[in-house]
């Protein structure tokens, strides 16, 4: 099974920046890194995805290493709704179990 | 897209009875996915589906589940002869196929074995 790891917790500012790391060093060529978060009674939200490139959308960016052997997940101003778990994942092409760890859980301090 | 929607929200159910929940997944997605989540933990995996058939089982499952997805679009899930251990929440989630699809998830049932 692809496997990650990320930190068990993170704080953060309210406000500032926070990078959210996960390494991945047994990641194929093919396999995409997604990223998802999870607050409170809630299922899993899909944050961002990436294959080599960085990537940016509305919530977050990802930045991937040249390697791809680890990715950073960064919210450019945490807020309090962004207290939560987030997931690092591995999507692969070839076989499809998608498996999850135990995450990161960030806290944002006011 | 209504999302992927799961019934019921929660269930509260007494030792050794069966139970059954159903997910209905995003119309045109042809994976479907069982998560089972404790309190602390990421998604266990279960079992997915690609259309009707069942592609995956957990070894960690044991044969008191099952799960169906009979015409390849909403899927159940049953528990039989439950146990304690098995309150947690149950997650579906649905994607299209390819690794550059992601998941959508439902919010969860929740069960609590008495």
């Known amino acids: 099974d692809a496997k990650t790891t990320q930190p068990n917790s993170m704080e953060s500012n309210e406000e500032e920046p926070v990078h959210l790391p996960c390494n991945h060093s047994?990641?194929?060529?093919?396999?995409?890194i997604h990223w998802y978060r999870q607050l409170p009674s809630q299922g899993p939200e899909y944050v961002i995805h990436?294959?080599?490139s960085n990537v940016n959308n509305r919530m977050a960016s990802l930045a991937i290493a040249e390697d791809r052997k680890s990715s950073t997940l960064i919210l450019h101003r945490a807020t309090l709704r962004d207290a939560a778990v987030y997931y690092c994942?591995?999507?692969?092409?070839?076989?499809?179990?998608?498996?999850f760890g135990p995450g990161t859980s960030l806290s944002v301090i006011p | 897209d209504t999302g992927v929607s799961q019934d019921p929200r929660h269930k509260i159910t007494k030792r050794g009875q069966n139970v059954t929940f159903r997910c209905d997944p995003i119309?045109?997605?042809?994976?479907l996915y069982w998560y089972r989540q404790t309190l602390g933990q990421g998604p266990e995996f279960l079992t997915y589906?690609?259309?009707?058939?069942?592609?995956?089982k957990s070894r960690l499952l044991s044969d008191r589940f099952s799960a169906e997805r009979p015409k390849g679009s909403f899927s159940t899930l049953e528990i039989q002869r439950t146990e304690q251990g098995d309150s947690a929440m149950y997650l579906c989630?649905?994607?299209?196929?390819?690794?550059?699809?992601?998941?959508?998830f439902g919010n969860g049932t929740r069960l609590t074995v008495t």
């Open positions: 994942i591995l999507m692969k092409t070839s076989y499809d179990k998608v498996i």
């Open positions: 989630a649905s994607r299209q196929t390819g690794a550059n699809s992601p998941l959508h």
């Open positions: 119309s045109e997605h042809n994976r």
């Open positions: 990436g294959l080599t």
């Open positions: 589906f690609q259309n009707e058939a069942q592609l995956e």
């Open positions: 047994t990641i194929s060529g093919t396999d995409y």
